[in-house]
C-alpha cells in the first residue's frame, strides 16, 4: 500500500484507531536528559549506594564526582558533543563511570563487547566513528597495536584521571542528539549500529521507573553484556530512581553469571532473557528476595514463566516486555498472570506509554481483529536509525501512514492480538532469528562464510526456523520407507536412510538377542517351577492384534496366565467386545485395571511427547507390576511388536560388536528403575510405591513374547481370527483398539512434523515384519484421521495444542556450502570465529554441489538436507574434555549416545539424545559423582562443560559401576 492511501489526520482520536492495542499518553520530562536525572538523585541522595561490585561501592556522590571527572578528562583530550566514544570493558563500577561521563560531555557511548573477534571489534569502532576507546585494566590489551595507534586509548582505571573539578558539567544536550549506538547483526554481511537518541531513552526510561521501581524495590542486577540493549534498564532506570545497582563482572567461568547473582541473593529486580529463565526452573528460590523479573529478547513460554511464579511462590511479579533494539529496549508489555496464561507463548501485551502499536498486511493496511500481521511500531521511542546506512534506514523506518510527521519501524515480527486484547508474539516473517536473546541475520553469516577461499556459495538455515516438509516433497528410504521429516535422517546415494546403513553393520548381534519359541517354552518351565498356586505369569492385553496373538501362544506353551487391560477410558466398544471374546474363548482369567486420573496423564504426555502413547504405557507398566506384586508372579508378558522392541531398546545395544545377555539384562533393570523415577503424571497421581523399589524391579522379569516369535503380520491376522474370532474394530480409525491412537499421530504430526510410528515401522520392516509396502500404507493417514472428531477428543482432554514448537532441542545453526571440496567444519568454524561472535558460528557444515531452489528460482530452504548431527558425532571440530570431570562425563556420553567420541560443547539432544537416555545418563551421573541433576536442568544446558560446571571442581567419581545403556523411551503402542 502506498502511503498515500489512507490520508493523516489530525485528530489524535481518529489516528490512533488503526492501532492494534490502544495506545497510553503519559507525559515525561522530554527535554530532560538521563544523565541530568542522576545529577538531581544524586544531590537528593549523595550518600546513597549507586553501584556495588564484592566489596566496592560507590555512593551516588561519589559516582557523579567521578563521572564528572572523567568527562572533563574526555573533552580535554577531544571528546565533542555529538561524537561517539567505545567502551571496552568488564562490567564494574568504573563501567558505570565511563558511561555517565561520555553523556556528560556530549558524546554518545559505543558499547562493544570484550569477547567479540578482533575483526568485529574492530569493525564496530571504525564504523561507529568513535575517537577514543575506553578500557580498564582486563581489556586493554584486546586492542590491536594498529588500532591502539589510531584511535585514542583510556584506561579509566588510571588514578591521575580522578583529580580537579568534581561539579557537573552543565553541557547543553539536544533530546535529539545521539545517546548511544548499539550493534546489531546485519542482512547485509555487516553489523549495524542502531543510533538511540536522548528523548527516545527518556520516554522509556521514565515509563520503566513508574512500572518497575515500588517502594519495596532496593537494587537492580547488571551481568549481562553492556552491548546488549536489556542493560540499559538495569543501568538508567535504579540511577534516575535513588536505588542500588549490584554490578556482576565477567568472571571467564562456564557458570552463567545469573547463577551468581542469584546465589548472592542481594537484589530485587532482574531483567534475562526467557533462556536465562529457564535456568530457574529447578532453581531453589524459597529464600529468594526476587520482586520483579523483566523478561525480553525472545519468545517466553507460559510453562516456563509458570514453573519459576511457583518456586517464588507468587511473591515476584514477572513482565514479559517486548521491543526492538531500534525502539529502545521495550515498546510493550504484558504482566503474566499464572490464572491465565497457562499455555504457549506469554502475551507481550499493549504499548508502554506514548508508543504506537500496529498489525498491518503486506500492503501496510491494518488486519482485521484476529488476523496475523507485521508488528510496525510508532511514537516516542523509535530511534534514529541506522548509522551511516541511510538506505537500510529508509527500508526500516518509514513514514506512518496514519500519524502526520511520525515514523514506523517495520520490526519484521508477527503477532496477533488475542480475545483479550493482548498482543501474541507469533515469529519472524524473515530469516533473522533469535538464538538465545540474541538477534541473528542468517545474511551476515552468509556473506562472512562466502570469503572462506573455495567456497561458491552458501545459506546458513537454523534447526528452528526449517519448517517441515510437504508429503510431495518428502524423500522415502528405499529399504525402509522411512520419510526424511523423522529427525537426524540422512540418505546414500543410493536412497538408503543411515538407519538402515547403521542397522547392516549389527545384524550379526541382533541375530544373537533374538531367539526362538523353545527358547521362550524354557522361559514358561522356569515359572512353572516357582509353583505359584494360581498363576505362572501376567500378560498384557490391549485387543490388538500383536497382544491378542502373544496371549493366544501363552497359553500354548502351558503357562497358566492372568490377563490385563488397561481401560484408559477411550477402548472401543468392539475392541472390548474382541478383548471379551478372546478370554472367554481362552478360558483365562482377565481383570480391567483403571484409573480416574488417565486425562491428567494423556495431557501430561502430549505436553511432554507429543503423544498419548508414553503416558498410556507407563500406566499399562506401573499396574502390571503392582499386579504381579499382588498375584505373586515374577514374570510379565509383554506383546509389544519387534519394530516397538527396537525403539523402545534396543537401537543402543545393537551399536556394540558383540551381544551379552547379562549386560543387557541388568542394563533394562538399571532403565526401568530411571523408567519409573520420571517426575510426570503417573508417578504424582498413582500408586508407585512397587515400582520405585529397586528389590521390586530386579525381582520381576518382563518378557518380550516378540523376541521369540517371527510371525509376519498376515499369520498373526489369520491365526487370530480362527482361534480366537478377533476382528478389526471399525470404529477405532487408524488403531485396532484406542480411539486416543488418532489423537497421539495427529498431535505428533502438528507440533513434531512426522509421523508417530515412523520409527517402529521402520524396525518392522527391516526385521521382515512387514514389507515396504505395507509400512507406507500404514504411514498414510490421509484419508483415515477424522479431524473433527479428533480435535473433540483434544478438547475434551483439555489439552492446547502447540503446533509451533519442533522438537525440544535448542535451535542450531547449519551452514550450507557449494565448493570443489568438503572443507573441515574445524577449520570454518575457526575462520568465522575470528570475524563473528560466538553464538552466530553454525555448529554443522554441509557441502553440497549446488543450493536447491524452487520453480521461481528461489533458494527451496525445504530441500536443505537436515545435518546428519548423529553421524557426525566424533568428528573434527569438537574440543576435547580437559578435566578429570569431562574426561568420566565423555565416557558416560559416549555410552548413552553410543558414539565414539564427544566434545564437551556438543549438544546431547542433537547428538540423537533424547528423555529417556538423558535420565539414564542422569542416573549414572547420580551414581557416580553423588550428585543430582535434574533433567529439566539438563536440558536447558545439555552438554559436557555445563554439566562439569555444575558438578564443581572439588567433584569426585567414584569407579563405574553399571552395565550398558539402553534406549527405554516409551513407544508408539498400536496393540
Known amino acids: 500500500m502506498d502511503n498515500r492511501e489512507i490520508a493523516p489526520t489530525q485528530s489524535a482520536r481518529t489516528r490512533d484507531a488503526y492501532t492494534a492495542v490502544p495506545p497510553a499518553k503519559a507525559e515525561y520530562p522530554s527535554d530532560v536528559c538521563v544523565h541530568q536525572l542522576f545529577e538531581s538523585q544524586a544531590d537528593r541522595t549523595p550518600d546513597a549506594v549507586a553501584a556495588r561490585a564484592g566489596n566496592e561501592s560507590l555512593t551516588y556522590r561519589e559516582l557523579n564526582f567521578r563521572a564528572n571527572q572523567l568527562a572533563r578528562y574526555l573533552v580535554a583530550k577531544g571528546v565533542v558533543p555529538r561524537g561517539s566514544v567505545a567502551v571496552l570493558m568488564n562490567r564494574t563500577p568504573a563501567c558505570l563511570v565511563s558511561l555517565l561521563a561520555i553523556i556528560k560531555a556530549g558524546a554518545a557511548y559505543v558499547p562493544v563487547d570484550a569477547g567479540l573477534p578482533a575483526k568485529r571489534v574492530d569493525y564496530i569502532l571504525t564504523d561507529s566513528g568513535a575517537t577514543c576507546v575506553l578500557t580498564d585494566r582486563e581489556t586493554r590489551s584486546l586492542l590491536d597495536e594498529p588500532r591502539s595507534a589510531s584511535t585514542l586509548v583510556i584506561d579509566v582505571d588510571d588514578p591521575s584521571i580522578y583529580s580537579g573539578e568534581t561539579s557537573n558539567l552543565g553541557l547543553a544536550v539536544d533530546p535529539e542528539q545521539q545517546v548511544y549506538c548499539i550493534y546489531t547483526s546485519g542482512s547485509t554481511g555487516l553489523p549495524k549500529g542502531v543510533m538511540v537518541q536522548h528523548r527516545a531513552l527518556m520516554n522509556y526510561v521514565w515509563w520503566a521507573k513508574k512500572q518497575y521501581v515500588t517502594d519495596a524495590v532496593e537494587s537492580f542486577a547488571l551481568y549481562s553484556s553492556l552491548s546488549f540493549d536489556l542493560t540499559v534498564t538495569s543501568i538508567f532506570v535504579p540511577l534516575i530512581s535513588g536505588r542500588c545497582i549490584d554490578v556482576y563482572p565477567d568472571l571467564g567461568e562456564d557458570v552463567p553469571v545469573i547463577n551468581r547473582v542469584l546465589e548472592d541473593n542481594r537484589v530485587d529486580v532482574v531483567k534475562l532473557t526467557p533462556a536465562h529463565l529457564a535456568l530457574l526452573r529447578n532453581t531453589d528460590l524459597s529464600q529468594s528476595r526476587l520482586k520483579v523479573l523483566i523478561l525480553g529478547g525472545e519468545d517466553l513460554r507460559a510453562e516456563t514463566a509458570g514453573d519459576v511464579h511457583k518456586r517464588l511462590d507468587g511473591r515476584a511479579v514477572i513482565y514479559n516486555e517486548y521491543g526492538p533494539t531500534e525502539t529502545v529496549v521495550g515498546c510493550m508489555i504484558h504482566r503474566y498472570d499464572p490464572a491465565v496464561d497457562l499455555h504457549g507463548s506469554v502475551p507481550i501485551g499493549v504499548g508502554i506509554d506514548n508508543m504506537r502499536i500496529y498489525l498491518l498486511d503486506d500492503r501496510r493496511r491494518p488486519v482485521k481483529p484476529g488476523e496475523v500481521g507485521e508488528i510496525y511500531i510508532g511514537g516516542d521511542g523509535v530511534t534514529l536509525g541506522y548509522k551511516d546506512k541511510p538506505q537500510v534506514t529508509a527500508d526500516h523506518f518509514i513514514s506512518n501512514p496514519f500519524v502526520e510527521g511520525e515514523r514506523l519501524y517495520a520490526s519484521g515480527d508477527l503477532g496477533r492480538v488475542n480475545e483479550r486484547g493482548a498482543l501474541v508474539f507469533l515469529g519472524r516473517k524473515d530469516l533473522q532469528i533469535k538464538l538465545r ?175 498419548v502413547c508414553n503416558g498410556c504405557f507407563k500406566t499399562i507398566y506401573t499396574f502390571a507390576i503392582n499386579l504381579a506384586q499382588e498375584v505373586g508372579v515374577k514374570h510379565v508378558v509383554m506383546g509389544l511388536s519387534k519394530g516397538q522392541l527396537f525403539e523402545t531398546r534396543l537401537s543402543a545395544l545393537f551399536r556394540t560388536s558383540t551381544f551379552d545377555n547379562a549386560a543387557f539384562e541388568k542394563s533394562l533393570v538399571d532403565a526401568r528403575k530411571i523408567y519409573h523415577r520420571i517426575d510426570d503424571a503417573v508417578s504424582r497421581l498413582l500408586d508407585t510405591t512397587c515400582v520405585k523399589n529397586d528389590k521390586v524391579i530386579e525381582n520381576i522379569r518382563f518378557v518380550d513374547f516378540y523376541r521369540y516369535c517371527h510371525a509376519s503380520r498376515q499369520e498373526m491376522y489369520d491365526y487370530i481370527q480362527e482361534r480366537v474370532g478377533w476382528a478389526r474394530p471399525i470404529d477405532t480409525g487408524r488403531s485396532t483398539n484406542c480411539l486416543l491412537n488418532d489423537v497421539g499421530i495427529y498431535v505428533h504430526n502438528k507440533e513434531r512434523r512426522y509421523h508417530n510410528y515412523s520409527l517402529p515401522y521402520s524396525w518392522d520392516v527391516r526385521m521382515g515384519h512387514i514389507s515396504r509396502e505395507e509400512a507406507m500404507r500404514e504411514l498414510d493417514d490421509s484419508a483415515d484421521i477424522d479431524v473433527e472428531r479428533v480435535e473433540g477428543i483434544i478438547k475434551d482432554l483439555g489439552y492446547e495444542l502447540n503446533d509451533q514448537v519442533v522438537g525440544s532441542a535448542e535451535a542450531q545453526l547449519v551452514a550450507y556450502y557449494v565448493s570443489a571440496e568438503e572443507f573441515p567444519a574445524s577449520d570454518l568454524r575457526q575462520f568465522l570465529s575470528e570475524i563473528l561472535p560466538e553464538y552466530m558460528v553454525p555448529r554443522s557444515f554441509v557441502q553440497l554441489d549446488s543450493i536447491p531452489l524452487t520453480p521461481n528460482g528461489k533458494v527451496n530452504r525445504q530441500a536443505l538436507p537436515k545435518p546428519d548431527l548423529l553421524r557426525k558425532a566424533g568428528t573434527d571440530g569438537q574440543a576435547a574434555p580437559r578435566t578429570p570431570v569431562e574426561k568420566q562425563l565423555a565416557e558416560l556420553w559416549k555410552e548413552v549416545l553410543q558414539v565414539d567420541s564427544v566434545g564437551i560443547h556438543d549438544n546431547f539432544f542433537e547428538m540423537g539424545g533424547h528423555s529417556l537416555p538423558a535420565l539414564m545418563l542422569l542416573y549414572k551421573i547420580d551414581s557416580q559423582f553423588h550428585k543430582t541433576i535434574s533433567i529439566q536442568e539438563f536440558s536447558k544446558v545439555p552438554t559436557i562443560s555445563a554439566l562439569a560446571a555444575h558438578l564443581g571442581s572439588d567433584t569426585e567419581a567414584v569407579p563405574p559401576g553399571l552395565g550398558e545403556v539402553v534406549d527405554q523411551s516409551a513407544p508408539a503402542y498400536r496393540g
Do not use: W
Not at 549 to 560: D, K, N, P, Q, W
Not at 575 to 604: C, P, W
Open 437 to 611: 536473546g540474541y538477534r541473528i541475520e542468517l545474511g551476515e553469516i552468509e556473506s562472512a562464510l562466502l570469503s572462506y577461499p573455495g567456497i561458491k556459495e552458501c545459506i546458513v538455515d537454523s534447526t528452528k526456523t526449517a519448517q517441515s516438509q510437504a508429503a510431495a516433497q518428502l524423500t522415502y528410504c528405499t529399504k525402509c520407507g522411512l520419510a526424511s521429516s523423522f529427525p537426524n535422517t540422512t540418505y546414500s546415494a543410493e536412497g538408503v536412510c543411515n538407519h538402515c546403513e547403521a542397522f547392516d553393520k549389527y545384524r550379526s548381534v541382533v541375530d544373537d538377542y533374538f531367539s526362538t519359541m523353545d527358547e521362550l517354552q524354557s522361559i514358561v518351565t522356569e515359572m512353572k517351577s516357582i509353583h505359584n498356586s494360581k498363576y505362572d505369569c501376567i500378560v498384557a492385553l490391549s485387543g490388538g492384534k500383536d497382544s491378542t496373538y502373544a496371549l493366544c501362544r501363552m497359553i500354548e506353551t502351558g503357562a497358566r496366565v492372568l490377563a490385563f487391560t488397561l481401560d484408559n477410558g477411550y477402548i472401543s466398544e468392539e475392541a472390548k467386545q474382541n478383548i471379551n471374546r478372546v478370554v472367554a474363548r481362552l478360558g483365562v482369567d482377565h481383570r480391567y485395571l483403571s484409573t480416574g486420573h488417565m486425562k491428567e496423564i494423556f495431557v501430561d504426555s502430549l505436553k511432554r511427547h507429543s503423544n
